[in-house]
């Protein structure tokens, strides 16, 4: 790293220098970053938990067992980016730089695990049993699982997307808006691609480092097999995404203005 991009880095962090500006000084109250809004998502993930283990004491079985250890995987790419922003807006020197490219990998090969919960409501379906003859929205279990199911997946959306968020404010700080623009695109397209490496392949986002050509030839196969749905899939999961993030960022664009 230079020092030119070195000295552009940190030039926010001058209090008498013109690279402070007023919308970098309102950047540490960033709703991405509020306390309310970390213990929302707390609350919710709770609450989510607590669902789950009311349908198992109820169903005497294991169901949902498997979301305690999801829903943990959703927080680690927010507690990284947190990290990342926190270092970078406070503790920013040529040894901290260097350690978010590390940082920044670690963040990307665990994001998918976000986005990933919205495919968890599948399991509304899978863990219900309709009587055959009788209309299933009728039983009050279907709308347990899916109530449950549902809230995982907008915990886990709005976990992908605060995240890219304030990924996104540190690239701002660094490089040009169409730069930053493609570069969140190109985010997003592996984390959808990432979520269906994870529900379709059952490949963890530690086996990249461990089993990378494996991965790499399951995709392949998937790709070129009959009635692939491969492109679908990721698609639909990547203009989720998009939609969640504009949504989002135009919340919180419009909370920084109030």
């Known amino acids: 790293m230079d020092n030119h991009m070195f000295k552009t880095a940190t030039m926010h962090f001058n209090p008498q220098g013109k690279g402070m500006g007023s919308n970098e000084m309102k950047d540490n109250k960033h709703p991405v970053q509020d306390f309310r809004f970390i213990l929302t998502l707390l ?3 709770l609450c989510c938990l607590g669902v789950a283990m009311y349908l198992r004491i109820k ?7 498997f979301l305690t250890w999801d829903m943990f995987l959703a927080w680690v790419p927010y507690i990284i980016s947190s990290c990342i922003r926190y ?3 406070k503790k920013l020197t040529k ?15 665990f994001l998918p695990n976000s986005a990933y919960l919205f495919t968890e409501i599948l399991h509304s379906f899978r863990y219900f049993n309709a009587q055959e003859g009788t209309q299933f929205w009728i039983n009050i279990d279907f709308w347990y699982n899916l109530t449950l199911t549902f809230a995982v997946a907008i915990l ?3 976990l992908s997307t605060c995240s890219i968020i304030q990924i996104h ?15 969140i695109g190109v985010i997003l397209m592996l984390s959808s691609l990432g979520v269906y490496i994870g529900r379709f392949n059952r490949w963890n986002s530690w086996d990249v480092l461990s089993r990378p050509w494996q991965i790499v030839v399951d995709i392949m196969q998937d790709l070129f097999a009959r009635n692939s749905m491969v492109i679908e899939f990721v698609a639909i999961v ?8 504009v949504i989002v960022s135009l919340l919180t664009a419009r909370s920084s203005k109030e």
């Open 95 to 109: 040894m901290s730089l260097i350690w978010m490219i590390p940082m920044s990998a670690v963040w990307l090969f």
């Open 87 to 89: 270092i970078f807006n």
């Open 59 to 65: 169903s005497d079985t294991n169901m949902y067992q």
């Open 43 to 45: 609350v919710v993930t």
């Open 156 to 158: 886990g959306l709005l």
């Open 169 to 183: 404010v540190v690239l701002n700080k660094l490089f040009s808006k169409y730069i930053n623009m493609m570069v």
């Open 238 to 245: 990547f203009l989720i995404q998009i939609f969640a993030y």
